[in-house]
């Protein structure tokens, strides 16, 4: 087919700029680090102050992602509403840690004293997630994409200002725990204790669930059902009750990764859950979306990025107060995964219905 | 067996709705809306929500019931109405049992002796008893409204549902009246009290209702055929005169009802601009665009800056000629947009775009770029439009003098508004019936089949991106005037939602859907600062309750109903979504 002048022309001028824009990139990304280095403004320590910041706060955005993943991974859907989830969570865990602290009980069992409030988020969150599904998802599940995606964006709006109305709009301070505050030296560094703990917590959570969908009955249904539902469902699994406790357990992960936030960053409030939802999507698709092993590294590349990006390539480029940027250079490989490697970076190629 | 099953569906209906009743107590708001009346020194508006809660609580069960056992069982019927308005009752009190017990204010804001005082009519433990007999009452009530015959149910709930609404907007059409003059301020205040209608308006008002509705339900279809036997030109010069008496209306209203209104009619007309402007992309082409306040936030600094006579101002054009400047700038920013996403499908593309929105109030806030957008601080000093000369430009924070009409009120904005509206409309129309507008419901229909059939997807969804940025930059480019100021801050993605939830609320692709949209989900909240506290929870319910229930919405476009018409209504009114 012969194609007109103009289309010939709209069609060149949309790879030119793709390409324009991915050159764009890795000239920031590849000047910048230059400037930077050669300026040497930052010492090595403080690099790798960034590096383990970006870690932990990678690892949450791991742990939220994973729910993405899995829904995902089952229902071909995005849960918009992920994001709350996890900001229900960070609520019930600091009601508990309020209470336990209270009470004396933080103090005299530091350990249990930070066990039980992830516990109690992780059932929270899961109960409201399972509520979720329930009411606005389980009605739409065979209704075309859009539909279900704007449910979804409808029960986000709904648990925020639910939220909102039960808690009021400020913002509530985490109850310092004692053990936690001051540095360790590891390997002669100096790393905050919470950012180690988070880390380590979070890294124990996601072995966990790695290996519930790995080894246990429960997970090998999930991997039958997000392969094909009709056919699992032929083999006898209940697809409903495995589509449930998929969102139940992803949700549990949120609700811990909630309480964990919290303890990093010492305050919550109830708009808490938006960007971190939408940068733990962006580790999920990072990772290739559908893919558990792959979300959790999407999420530390993600952190890592975040937190060391802003002073390695913007800085250089002579951008003042360059941390303010962070959200975009999150934002922004977003964007470029989404248009140039949607199936992420451990993701098979997606066919066409899939992605 | 089965009266056992019908004991616990009552009993189910009924911990629901006693949920139901907690939630809006926990979420306060009960509290909140019982500063307002329905019916002066009878009921309040938080009243009012809790019974009706009860009363839907007493339908619901009683229709499960007739459901279960049979129309007949009326007996049954309102025993369940019963059970399910006293559970309710009692669940509802067991929150201030509680909260006598424990300090539920530690965790809940709004468990506080107020909302106590409210459940309990100031009578504290000792009242405890009244609301669950006003669950009783209301639940029986309920389920003795379903056993009704049709002919008295529909005027009563007409009547109620119209009572409401008066009383909502009461004291709306009290200033509105009182302007008009003393006889009507007379009559106005007899109807309408401060906070709601007085007893004699309620009473008014629903005898008008219903008389109305038994006088139709009478002669209206006499009516209907003589309207129909009516000659052709005489129907049609009907419809224009009813048309003229609706822009009467229209133009006249901000006139009389003083600048508050005229306020939040311009920031309705706003919305409908941008509403026509997504209604392009999503509602047309069915890609949905969660970044579209982007393209809001182009037009408005585009127009800012280019008037401004603040620091921020680079030109210091008229606002006529900002406004051609600042839709090309946002059709451009459009393409630039609408480009990279082009092979981005479905729901990965509405993450992108919001990716997109995000990135652009980061970047216009942020302290990097400030020296051109004012950053945190915003632009400010923007020139009002001005029929006539302006005069030269002096020094910075002199506004310039406007030789002819200013155009400095809400009220006059608002008539550039309207003709904004009225053009885009125009040109939505006729886009709609276009061989592009064709082309672009193919493509929300299949990309793939459209494909196959020779539609340039490249080009046509391009266009869609590039013409819902016009019209959202021209409503960004209004907005400014009207505010006189442009902060990066306000650029949030909850007014992209809004726009979404405004074009699903009215029907996707549908024109007048788009007005019935942005009228109920921005209008009524900015006229109702009760109701504006719950805004997004309302708007997060709308958004669940429509795609379950209805998501062709509540003014689908003709091609919509036409499809609604012919087949099978719950398949196609889903595939017409996408």
Known sequence: ?355 | MKKENFLWNATKTGLLGGAIGIFLCLVGMVEIFNKRDVVEGVITLGQFVLLATFLSVGLAASRRTSNLLGQNQSRLSLISGLIAGLISGLLVILLVVIGNQVNLRAVFLNASPALYDLLTFKRSLSGIWILPVTGVITGLAGAAFLLLPEAVRRPVSRGVLFLIFMALFSGLFRVVLINQGTLWGVIAKGLFGQTGVTLIGAIFFFIVVVGLNVFWSSKGSNIQTTLNQLPQKRRAGLRIGLFVLIAIIALGLPQVSGPFIAQVIVIISLYILMGLGLNITLGFAGLLDLGFVAFYAVGAYTVGLLTSYGPFGLQHIPFWVAVPIAVLVAMAFGAFLGLPVLGVRGDYLAIATLGFGEIVRLLAGSDFLAPFFGGPQGVIGIQKPCLGILGTFLSVDTPRICNGIELGKPQDIYYVAVVAALLIAFVAWRLRESRLGRAWMAIREDEDVAEALGVNLVQTKLLAYILGAAFAGLGGAIFTVLIGSIFASSMQLLVSINVVALIIVGGMGSIPGVVVGAIALIGLPELLREVSEFRYLIYGLILIVMMQAKPEGLWPSQSTRRELHHADADNLTAETLV
């Open chain 1, 1 to 355: 087919m012969r194609m007109t002048f103009t289309e010939r022309f709209v069609d060149l001028a949309v790879s030119g700029f793709l390409w324009g824009f991915r050159i764009l990139m890795v000239l920031v990304i590849v000047l910048g680090t230059f400037f930077t280095v050669r300026a040497g403004k930052y010492t090595g320590e403080q690099w790798i102050d960034f590096v383990v910041f970006g870690i932990s706060q990678g690892a949450i955005y791991a742990m939220i992602a994973l729910g993405y993943t899995m829904v995902y991974g089952i229902l071909r859907m995005i849960n918009f509403a992920h994001g709350d989830i996890f900001m229900t969570g960070a609520f019930a865990g600091y009601f508990t840690a309020v209470w336990l602290n209270s009470i004396g009980f933080v103090n005299a069992n530091p350990v249990l004293g930070l066990i039980i409030p992830i516990v109690a988020a992780m059932i929270f969150s899961a109960s409201i997630a399972m509520l979720v599904e329930k009411i606005a998802y389980r009605p739409l599940r065979n209704a075309p994409r859009l539909v279900p995606l704007i449910a979804a964006i409808g029960a986000s709006f709904f648990i925020e200002y639910a939220f909102r109305g039960f808690f009021g709009p400020g913002k509530y301070a985490y109850p310092p725990i004692k053990v936690l505050e001051g540095d360790w030296v590891i390997f002669g560094i100096n790393i905050l204790k919470v950012q180690v703990v988070v880390a380590v917590a979070a890294f124990i959570m996601m072995g966990i669930l790695y290996s519930i969908v790995k080894y246990t009955k429960v997970g090998k249904a999930m991997r039958a059902v997000s392969e094909n539902k009709d056919t699992a469902a032929l083999m006898g699994i209940d697809v409903n009750r495995i589509i449930v406790s998929t969102f139940a357990i992803g949700a549990a992960m949120a609700g811990a990764a909630g309480v964990l936030y919290a303890l990093v960053y010492r305050q919550i409030d109830f708009f808490m859950g938006f960007t971190p939802g939408v940068k733990a999507f962006t580790a999920a698709v990072l990772g290739g979306i559908g893919n558990i092993p792959g979300a959790m590294v999407g999420g530390m590349v993600l952190g890592i990025f975040e937190s060391v990006g802003p002073s390695l390539f913007l800085e250089g480029l002579g951008i003042t107060r360059a941390y303010q940027l962070k959200d975009v250079i999150a934002y922004t490989m977003l964007v470029m995964i989404l248009l140039f490697r949607p199936q992420g970076i451990l993701g098979e190629r997606l066919s066409k219905q899939k992605a």
